[in-house]
């Protein structure tokens, strides 16, 4: 007969790393305020990046929309995909997240203003912040849509990293900018997009965080 002793400490265990409620509201509020502040930075700097948030970025500078209207109508279509395939805690916390950015967008150009933002920093920076944003997002079972969503569900059905998927689609995204913005501008949103994706993909790995 088996010692059920270890399957009562494996359960014991993944019970004491559990977030609590108090740590997921703490954790969804620094993770969108990290994002969204990484977001503002690269629309300051005139740059973008991959996945959704880059393609409302691109879009804000090649029409006269607000940031806030495109960030929340580009990802919207993932919600669905984020209901069906996730459930509805995700999706209810993703969906909060994605507000949260777009509203954060609108007070952070209220509260803090920038000029003569030097553009490498900008890019940079932004995307440092963006991926750090995402990282705690992801590790308290949320995202802020589109193609994180994607990248996760790979993830979890392959083991692929989500970092990685991200990379990829980035790269189709960021290539889309040439058509609206000038050639060094996207080399530069090029190598901050891979700085974004490297975070990801070397810090979200399945089984290395145990926290739920």
């Given at each position: 007969?088996?010692?059920?002793?270890?399957?009562?400490?494996?359960?014991?265990?993944?019970?004491?790393?559990?977030?609590?409620?108090?740590?997921?509201?703490?954790?969804i509020?620094?993770?969108?305020?990290t994002?969204a502040?990484?977001?503002?930075?690269?629309?300051?700097?005139?740059?973008?990046?991959g996945?959704?948030?880059?393609?409302?970025l691109?879009?804000?500078?090649?029409?006269?929309?607000?940031f806030?209207?495109?960030?929340?109508?580009?990802n919207?279509?993932?919600?669905?995909?984020?209901?069906?395939?996730?459930?509805?805690?995700?999706?209810?916390?993703?969906?909060?997240?994605?507000?949260?950015?777009?509203g954060?967008?609108?007070?952070?150009?209220?509260?803090?203003?920038?000029?003569?933002?030097?553009p490498?920093?900008?890019?940079?920076?932004?995307?440092?912040?963006?991926?750090?944003g995402l990282?705690i997002?992801?590790?308290?079972?949320?995202?802020?849509?589109?193609?994180?969503?994607?990248a996760?569900?790979?993830?979890e059905?392959?083991?692929?990293?989500?970092?990685?998927?991200?990379?990829?689609?980035?790269?189709?995204?960021?290539?889309?900018?040439?058509?609206?913005?000038p050639?060094?501008?996207?080399?530069?949103?090029?190598?901050?997009?891979?700085?974004?994706?490297?975070?990801?993909?070397?810090?979200?790995?399945?089984?290395?965080?145990?926290?739920?």
């Amino acid at each position: 007969m088996t010692n059920p002793t270890p399957d009562r400490t494996l359960v014991f265990e993944w019970e004491q790393t559990r977030h609590t409620v108090a740590e997921d509201v703490q954790g969804i509020v620094i993770g969108t305020f990290t994002a969204a502040l990484g977001l503002y930075l690269l629309k300051a700097a005139g740059a973008v990046t991959g996945g959704t948030a880059g393609l409302a970025l691109l879009l804000d500078q090649a029409t006269d929309l607000p940031f806030w209207l495109i960030f929340l109508v580009v990802n919207l279509p993932f919600a669905v995909l984020a209901l069906w395939k996730k459930g509805l805690r995700f999706t209810v916390l993703t969906s909060i997240c994605i507000a949260g950015v777009a509203g954060l967008s609108v007070l952070d150009a209220q509260l803090l203003p920038v000029t003569g933002l030097n553009p490498v920093y900008g890019v940079f920076a932004g995307n440092l912040l963006a991926g750090v944003g995402l990282l705690i997002l992801f590790r308290h079972g949320a995202s802020v849509g589109g193609v994180n969503i994607i990248a996760l569900l790979l993830q979890e059905r392959t083991g692929f990293r989500a970092g990685w998927t991200q990379m990829t689609l980035d790269v189709l995204v960021v290539a889309a900018s040439f058509l609206v913005l000038p050639w060094p501008t996207v080399l530069l949103s090029a190598a901050g997009a891979v700085v974004m994706s490297l975070v990801l993909a070397m810090n979200h790995r399945e089984g290395r965080y145990i926290g739920r």
